[in-house]
T-cell receptor, first 110, second 112 residues
Framework: EDQVTQSPEALRLQEGESSSLNCSYTVSGLRGLFWYRQDPGKGPEFLFTLYSAGEEKEKERLKATLTKKESFLHITAPKPEDSATYLCAVQNTGFQKLVFGTGTRLLVSP | GAGVSQSPSNKVTEKGKDVELRCDPISGHTALYWYRQSLGQGLEFLIYFQGNSAPDKSGLPSDRFSAERTGGSVSTLTIQRTQQEDSAVYLC??????????FGPGTRLTVL
């Protein structure tokens, strides 16, 4: 069974304090690994898709990396507006559904 | 362009009643998904539609849950004889090809 585990559950940073969020996964065949951002009361917002180990993608202060067992979302010099829950999900080659982790709640204080 | 829309945004119902939740996907998106998100839990897959193919219903938790997609566009998720454990946020998403899905804002269902 495909599984996704995210850590930490919650993370509090000062503005400008860089850090990383972890997403560990097990999947029989990886079609893609997805990162989403979710603000309170809203649906998830798509950030990145990674397809193979070694791949990296960047968007503003966010950088996502992928290995065969985990993915990291690096946040460089975060700002308060980066505060949100970050969700990781995997898609198996045999299915279309996404299997989600429970997310990391990030709070960036000014 | 317009994103995924869902209605109603909130629904409060009594145990045992039936409810219908609606999703309008992004125009031209062939794939449509329903997920639900319970407090403190990850998104749980319910059902997937792709074009005219038979839907993947493997995530529906019981036969009280059903969904249809008319004309390859709008989808309705129906929950019959609602139970308190059905209380959750129901999210709809659509996509085209292998791009990341666009999610709607969700319908918050509360069963009293």
């Amino acid at each position: 069974e495909d599984q996704v585990t995210q850590s930490p559950e919650a993370l509090r940073l000062q503005e400008g304090e860089s850090s990383s969020l972890n997403c560990s996964y097990t999947v029989s065949g990886l079609r893609g690994l997805f990162w989403y951002r979710q603000d309170p009361g809203k649906g998830p917002e798509f950030l990145f898709t990674l397809y193979s180990a070694g791949e990296e993608k960047e968007k503003e202060r966010l950088k996502a990396t992928l290995t065969k067992k985990e993915s990291f979302l690096h946040i460089t010099a975060p700002k308060p507006e980066d505060s949100a829950t970050y969700l990781c999900a995997v898609q198996n080659t045999g299915f279309q559904k996404l299997v989600f982790g429970t997310g990391t709640r990030l709070l960036v204080s000014p | 362009g317009a994103g995924v829309s869902q209605s109603p945004s909130n629904k409060v119902t009594e145990k045992g009643k039936d409810v219908e939740l609606r999703c309008d996907p992004i125009s031209g998106h062939t794939a449509l998904y329903w997920y639900r998100q319970s407090l403190g839990q990850g998104l749980e897959f319910l059902i997937y539609f792709q074009g005219n193919s038979a839907p993947d219903k493997s995530g529906l938790p019981s036969d009280r849950f059903s969904a249809e997609r008319t004309g390859g566009s709008v989808s309705t998720l129906t929950i019959q004889r609602t139970q308190q454990e059905d209380s959750a946020v129901y999210l709809c998403a659509s996509s085209l090809g292998q791009r990341g899905s666009g999610f709607g804002p969700g319908t918050r269902l509360t069963v009293l």
